[in-house]
């Protein structure tokens, strides 16, 4: 694991990156502070009002954390993942799909992290972690209607799906719960929220689940970090995905030196995922430092934070 900075230099604060919902449960490489969401009932949140700007003197920079939120289907659970029958296995496909496709990312954003705290992501890698490709069914913005017609095409409109949504017990898990069951109310989906900490790490308590969220922090600047928790024995595989065409495409990347035949296995792994969605990109949340202007260089490496070593003082 990269060395971790021990705290900011000497006029340059960090302000905490949020964390995500529905991608936020304790769980693999879950880290970092989380700040107070808004009032997800009314729809509505309390904006600030910052009608100069910064203070004379400060500065205020945004970078970009090397992580991904991601909304986990188990693929262990034959409601929604895997089955053995073939038919019934489209038709969790597509399920997945249309919820994938029914997330309202623009209003999570606005709403969890305020507008200001992350930026959407349809890649299930950070962008610092190249190369990426993003997944036809993680939109931009929500497309109810391809959503519709995907459960329509596989014969299930008019269908209800009684799904639980397993995150953590405090009031931010909550209203993030019930953010994400008004996104899926349209297609029949009957979303049950169960508040319960640490059930990721106990395989019994996760089989309880159809969908948990998680926050993905890269520990090093390779695809491998991540796409290695997708095969079928890795122990940090908390979708439960198992495919012998990803296990054989993975070994296969994995045998390759750096370079282009290497990026480009990474690329067919992440169209892999794309055509079987055990996950669904949401985000890649921010970090802010508010500094003192005589202070240039301020430079935040993706891992281990601020670069102490380039900050370039310049007092008169």
Known sequence: MPARARGPARGAHPLP????????????????????????RRGR???PTCP??????????????????LLYFNMASPEIGHHPDPARARENLALRR?????????????????GAWAEASASVLPREVSPRQDLADAPPQ????????????????????????????GEPERQEAALLREFLRPLGVDLRFTARDNFLFDPGL?????????????????????????????TDNLAGFCDPAYDAAYAAFAALPPGPARDDAALRLQAILGEQMPVRPIDQPSAWYLHQRWLGGLV???????????????MP
């Open 45 to 47: 949140r309390a904006r």
């Open 142 to 169: 929500r497309d109810l209607d391809g959503a519709l017609q995907i459960l329509a095409d596989a014969g299930l409109s008019g269908r209800t799906f009684l799904l639980n949504y397993w995150g953590g017990p």
């Open 98 to 114: 249309a919820i994938a496709r029914a997330v309202d990312v623009p209003r999570y954003l606005e709403v969890v992290r305020n």
């Open 206 to 234: 996760r089989a309880g689940a159809h969908l948990f969220g998680l926050r993905f922090e890269a520990d090093y600047l390779d695809p491998s970090n991540f796409l290695s928790s997708m095969t079928c024995a890795a």
């Open 52 to 69: 100069r700007g910064p203070a004379p003197g400060t500065g205020l920079e945004k970078f970009p954390v090397a992580a991904v939120d």
């Open 17 to 40: 990156a949020r964390r995500a919902g529905p991608a936020r449960v304790p769980g693999r490489r879950a880290g970092g502070d989380r700040a107070r969401p808004g009032a997800v």
């Open 300 to 314: 935040r490496h993706p891992l281990a934070g601020l670069r102490v070593e380039l900050l370039c003082p310049d």
